[in-house]
């Protein structure tokens, strides 16, 4: 398969580029002064990047300005923490269709010595009944009847998880870590391909007027690739934030206008108050670990406990398959052209292909409908929901796993049931098919031996499509969440029985997000910090990457170049373009109906080596890597 390859990223030395090329600024905030780097286009197709490897610290994120911030801040005596929320708020700005103030957050940090899971996940307005998604003919609603509009809109964590985080972790004054969003707010940023052509076929960000006077032209058309753009108001709202802590975006006059914007929507008003919004608290909760055996070696994964279903799924799949001949089906290798055009020598002509095998590939989305059909079933905010058989390690016991990947034969199952892990019978019904989307991911190693893994988001693109502008006279503003919509619509199966991630007030909806720490088990050194965007299929592309550099001894950005796959417990997913065609059809000779399609991950990796890191982003999105 010979595949089109642009030179934009293509190169190692653009994390030097981005600095050498800047010009200094000063800043009234702190000793801190941000540089503002040149801002090249970014991609929004498919780039080959070739990893980068650093010796004290490393910094990944799914923008090349975001990933700059994070760099200046670690390169000025930062912590991981300290670089993570100077990330996030320059993604707020820069990436405000995945992430941003108004949404929420998932976030790992290892202190060198212990892993902590800090949840900044939304939560549903105390008002909010299991009805919420249930229309006037009483059947759910659409899935974008709910998510437009202040229906779909949760209490907003990110930013006071983060400020939690900060007070345990932070080196640098919170003030200080607010100045690079500040600044490129206010002078303005180069609208990136991607953002230009998510923006193209959006059809509902135009009906928020808010919206359509800052992401697109007096004709209505998106803002083109290159174009300048500024965002006083978000700029202003950072600025009481630095200030004054989260009680600025989730008390006062900024919290009133995040209320008004949802509770006065015009035909599909929500429920959010402001006492939602004071009241939100972010929690820590002890991470979920577990033992993986690969290659050889001994590993220990921690990933988010529930509200996630990420590391309980990845969990899953790693453990059913470790009992099944996978592990006996090494990746298929060829060479293909690499269709690069040389910036400079040496470029090569031809680059290797790696490929899941057909076998592999049966093995691996059997397991993943068994997964899923376990997530379905158990999987809700630990407040409101028990788990099975006491504990969510129950889902992960090496017996029961076994025995679930008994259920695995040479012709798919295409649709798995629920196990019974414990032997104990669930009073849960199974959660329903549902469209699930969005993110973004942030790795990060600081040279003080912490590393965090941080996956963030506002659900959907573009959230509930309602922007935030406080009234002042300035420009812009901020997106809010639709991540109520991560709850299941209909609160019952057709006997009555209760859905375990229904809706319910105060309750935290079930995530997919797996931002996910490996360790070696014997020494306890970190040997890798990965996640991803993608709604559902975050697991799979967080699982493919621990796959291919745990068992299959690839480097990080060769497992996060991996094609895309998986099943969410029906078709057999397939990453368009990235499969030869005699793979579907092996597939669909074992049965599986086989879709390819549009698979686009934002993975961002970093992992250790004997020199010190190398890290890896997504070719399919504009993220790169920086450090020292």
């Keep these: 398969m010979k595949r089109l390859i642009t030179p934009l990223l293509l190169t190692a030395t653009l994390a030097a580029v981005l600095t050498a090329c800047s010009s200094t600024s000063s800043s009234s905030l702190g000793s801190f002064s941000y540089t503002t780097p040149d801002q090249p286009e970014g991609s929004s197709g498919y780039t080959e990047k070739p990893g980068w490897a650093t010796s004290k610290y490393s910094v990944a994120a799914a923008n090349p300005l975001a990933t700059d911030a994070g760099y200046q801040i670690l390169k000025a005596g930062g912590s991981a923490v300290d670089a993570a929320i100077a990330v ?3 993604l707020a700005l820069v990436e405000p269709q995945s992430s941003g103030i108004a949404g929420g957050s998932f976030l790992l940090h ?7 899971a800090f949840d900044g996940r939304e939560t549903a307005p105390a008002a909010a009944t299991d009805k919420l998604f249930i229309g006037a003919d009483g059947k759910p609603m659409a899935f974008y009847d709910a998510v437009v509009g202040g229906r779909s809109v ?9 400020e939690m985080a900060h007070k345990q972790y932070g080196k640098l004054p919170w003030a200080q870590l607010f100045q690079p969003a500040i600044r490129l707010s206010e002078d303005g940023f180069k609208v990136s391909r991607r953002l230009y052509t998510l923006l193209v076929p959006e059809v509902h960000l135009k009906k928020d007027p808010v919206a359509l006077a800052y992401f697109y032209d007096a004709n209505g058309r998106p803002w083109p690739v290159g174009h300048l753009l500024k965002n006083p108001e978000l700029a202003a709202v950072l600025k009481q934030i630095a200030a004054n802590g989260s009680k600025a975006l989730l008390e006062g006059e900024v919290a009133q206008a995040i209320v008004d914007k949802v509770q006065k929507h015009p035909t599909n008003p929500g429920q959010l108050s402001m006492a939602d919004l004071a009241g939100y608290q972010p929690k820590k909760r002890d991470p979920l670990c577990y033992d993986y055996a690969a290659a050889g070696k001994n590993y220990r994964m921690c990933g988010m406990p529930p509200p996630s279903s990420g590391a309980i799924a990845i969990g899953q799949i790693l453990g059913m398959l470790n009992t099944t001949p996978a592990a006996t089906l090494p990746p298929l290798r060829t060479m293909t052209d690499t269709g690069i055009r040389c910036i400079r020598a040496p470029c090569p ?3 290797e292909s790696v490929l899941p095998s057909p076998d ?6 059997e397991a993943s409908r068994l997964a899923y059909a376990d997530r379905a079933q158990y999987l809700g905010d630990p407040d409101f929901v028990q788990p099975p058989a006491g504990s969510w390690m129950s889902l992960l016991e090496p017996a029961y796993l076994a025995s679930r990947a008994k259920l695995i034969g040479q012709q798919s199952m295409r649709t798995a049931t629920p196990g019974r892990p414990g032997g104990v019978q669930s009073s849960y019904a199974p959660m329903p098919d549902q469209i699930e989307y969005g993110t973004s991911h942030i790795s990060i190693i600081d040279p003080y031996g912490n590393a965090i893994a941080m996956t963030t988001t506002i659900e959907d693109a573009w959230g509930s499509r309602q922007m935030v502008n406080r009234g002042k006279g300035l420009a812009g503003g901020f997106l809010l969440n639709n991540e109520l919509t991560d ?3 209909a609160p019952t199966d057709a006997s009555g029985a209760p859905i375990a991630n229904r809706v319910q007030g105060g309750k935290r909806p079930r995530s997919s997000m797996a931002p996910t720490l490996v360790f070696d088990k014997a020494t306890g050194q970190l040997v890798m910090t990965t996640g991803s965007p993608g709604g559902a299929v975050i697991i799979h592309f967080t699982g ?6 745990l068992n299959w001894g690839l480097n990080i950005q060769q497992a996060i170049n991996l094609p895309n796959f998986g099943s969410l417990n029906g078709p057999t997913l397939l990453e368009a373009g990235r499969f030869p065609p005699s793979t579907a059809e092996a597939l669909r000779a074992r049965g599986h109906e086989v879709r390819e399609q549009d698979m686009t991950s934002g ?13 890896g982003a997504d070719p399919r999105r504009e993220g790169i890597v920086m450090g020292e």
């Design 110 to 116: 290892y202190n060198g010595k212990d892993v902590e």
């Design 603 to 615: 993975l961002q990796g970093i992992q250790r080596t004997p020199n010190g890191f190398f890290g």
């Design 487 to 489: 709850f299941s619509f």
């Design 360 to 365: 592999w590939l049966h093995l691996y989305t």
């Design 349 to 351: 002509s031809q680059m």
């Design 154 to 162: 949760g209490t907003p964590g990110a930013v006071r998880m983060l």
């Design 88 to 90: 996030q708020m320059v």
């Design 544 to 549: 493919k990457t621990l796959y291919g550099v």
